[in-house]
């Protein structure tokens, strides 16, 4: 088989997994539908709301399971587990504490997979990425500059203020791990839930007027962010088994 062939093969093979991966998500499409459709924020707290609201990010863990193996357990998978237990937490107001831990544990687990051998491509960070490193910073501490006042006003302000600073830095690391790994799904994806976050904040803690709609971006912007979280991961390591390949022995 010569290169030509060679190339046209591997172009298939490409084709025919994206079509796999494709379908792999599909039960995640059709939870996060489900959950717009049924939309259970307007209804009381219930199991039933929270297995609806934290189904697409356990789908989303299996589909990437089923691509990565078992070494995704303490990776993405695990993130989107711990994403899932925190959903659930997030259905009851007073339940909020335990949510945000649950999401901070995520965020370390996505961190040390941006971390791993199969991200790591570029080890030398550009002027470019230094400059976006600084923006993350900037931005993540005007967040909780703004926010300060009101946390310092919210019930459990004492666990509140430090803990929404702890999870504030744990997220900015996280996207800024992503910015190292140059992989764009991966990158939009944490830059997105950093959206998704700031927005569910400035709600919760009422540091804006009510939000028409400002829930529905709330979750928008959340399934979005993990679902480009999993496929980078999922076309990181198929990256790195096609390049594995065309190695030297």
């Not at 002027?127 to 909780?144: D, T």
């Not at 991961?233 to 198929?238: C, L, T």
Request: charge should be positive; glycine fraction near 8%.
């Amino acid at each position: 088989m010569d290169i030509l062939d060679t190339d046209a093969f591997d172009r298939r093979q490409r084709r025919k997994t994206s079509c796999a991966i494709f379908f792999s998500m599909l039960p995640f499409f059709l939870s996060s539908a489900l959950y717009f459709y049924l939309w259970t924020p307007d209804s009381p707290p219930s199991l039933v709301s929270a297995g609806v609201k934290a189904a697409p990010a356990v789908l989303l863990a299996a589909a990437v399971l089923s691509w990565n193996g078992g070494q995704s357990v303490l990776g993405v998978a695990g993130g989107l587990i711990f994403s899932a237990v925190g959903d659930c937490c997030l259905v009851w107001p007073e339940l909020f504490l335990h949510g945000m831990g649950a999401f901070a544990v995520a965020h370390l687990f996505y961190s040390l997979t941006f971390l791993s051998r199969r991200y790591a491509t570029y080890s030398s960070p550009s002027s470019l990425n230094r400059f976006l490193y600084l923006i993350l910073f900037l931005v993540g501490g005007g967040v909780y500059i703004y926010l300060y006042p009101f946390l310092r006003k919210a019930p459990d302000s004492n666990l509140l203020t430090p803990g929404v600073g702890v999870y504030i830095v744990l997220i900015v690391a996280m996207a800024g791990l992503a910015i190292r790994t140059r992989h764009t799904a991966t990158l939009l994806g944490s830059l997105t839930f950093m959206v998704s976050d700031a927005t569910l904040a400035l709600q919760v803690f009422k540091a804006v007027p009510p939000m028409q709609n400002g829930q529905i971006v709330v979750m928008v912007t959340y399934y979005l962010a993990q679902l480009l979280i999993a496929m980078g991961d999922i076309k990181a390591v198929e990256t790195t088994d096609f390049n594995s390949k065309w190695k030297k022995p």
